[in-house]
């Protein structure tokens, strides 16, 4: 039972673009969303967060959108630039625990 | 304030013998969290510690998987009479409270030949 949801395996965007990556959870007492960030070999690095209370956030070229309605949230990158190329995984955690569930990841390319 | 620490980073254990996964969480950090990820997947939960206490075991393997996290010194991860099943890369995060983001380690990389 996938509850975090990365439909799309594989993104390729133009440098100076936006980068959209989407994830869905079907689990509605997720209250916290993270973004992760992972190079080949490398740990998953923290990106971005989210609780449930807001629907933005912003930090610099990432901004997450969180739609509870739709139990959906997204990444934008812009402008995406090559360093960004990398596997973006959503993840969620629901009050009663503290685990992290983790979607099955996005790849990013960023091309010049 | 260094990262998560974990080692080694690459484990070849042949089929039946034991693996020792180690992971020192950041300096204040008393979360620690097993990930284990498989190729071409996501990152799986298997268990979560505080300081001497198991708080969830969900994601952990009923038979020959344990976790450990003592008061003093890293978590341990063991796996008991590996199969080629278990290769996988496992994954040692950390936080100082639930409401903060989780750091990862490197990861260790686990073989079974």
């Known amino acids: 039972d996938q509850q975090v949801k990365q439909n799309s395996p594989s993104l390729s965007v133009q440098e100076g673009r936006i980068s959209i990556l989407n994830c869905d959870y079907t689990?509605?007492?997720?209250?916290?969303f993270l973004w992760y960030k992972k190079y080949p070999a490398e740990g998953p690095t923290f990106l971005i967060s989210i609780s449930s209370i807001k629907d933005k956030n912003e930090d610099g070229r990432f901004t997450v959108f969180l739609n509870k309605s739709a139990k959906h949230l997204s990444l934008h990158i812009v402008p995406s630039q090559p360093g960004d190329s990398a596997v973006y995984f959503c993840?969620?955690?629901?009050?009663?625990?503290?685990?992290?569930?983790f979607g099955t990841g996005t790849r990013l390319q960023v091309f010049p | 304030n260094a990262g998560v620490m974990q080692n080694p980073r690459h484990l070849v254990r042949r089929r039946g013998q034991e693996a020792r996964l180690r992971c020192s969480p950041m300096?204040?950090?008393?979360?620690v969290y097993w990930y284990r990820q498989l190729p071409e997947e996501g990152l799986k939960f298997m268990v979560y510690l505080q300081k001497e206490n198991i708080i969830d075991e969900s994601g952990m393997p009923k038979e020959r998987f344990s976790a450990e996290f003592p008061k003093e010194g890293p978590s341990i991860l063991r796996i008991q009479q590996v199969v080629r099943g278990d290769s996988a890369a496992y994954f040692c995060?950390?936080?100082?409270?639930?409401?903060?983001?989780?750091?990862f380690g490197q990861g260790t990389r686990l073989t079974v030949v």
């Open positions: 689990n509605s007492m997720f209250d916290y």
């Open positions: 993840a969620a955690s629901a009050r009663d625990t503290d685990k992290l569930i």
């Open positions: 995060a950390s936080s100082p409270s639930r409401e903060a983001e989780a750091f």
């Open positions: 300096k204040g950090h008393s979360h």
